[in-house]
């Protein structure tokens, strides 16, 4: 596999593996917190304050590969000109 195809395959699935498991990450916590909720409604303001901060270190890590994924991104143009060459032939 040459370096320009490994790169195009870590660019399209990178961010998409961030996006699900950080999805499944806020939804583990968002279970969590209903279910402490549940057992104890006069924490409902604690375990929301928690709940919104956890969601949003989650989310921070998922910019971040969105981050990586748009420099890798801009590395991937002389790679879409090279297969346009080789088709050309």
């Given amino acids: 596999m040459s370096y320009e195809t ?15 498991a950080a999805s499944m990450a806020q939804a583990k916590a968002a279970v969590a917190a209903m279910e402490a909720i549940a057992r104890q409604p006069d924490m ?13 270190l989650i989310e921070s890590l998922v910019i971040y590969c969105l981050i990586v994924f748009f420099t890798l991104q801009g590395k991937l143009a002389p790679v879409a000109e090279m297969i346009q060459s080789h088709v050309g032939r």
């Fill in 6 to 20: 490994a790169l195009a395959l870590g660019v399209s699935l990178g961010v998409t593996i961030a996006v699900l």
């Fill in 44 to 56: 409902a303001g604690n375990v929301r304050g928690l709940l919104l901060l956890t969601l949003a």
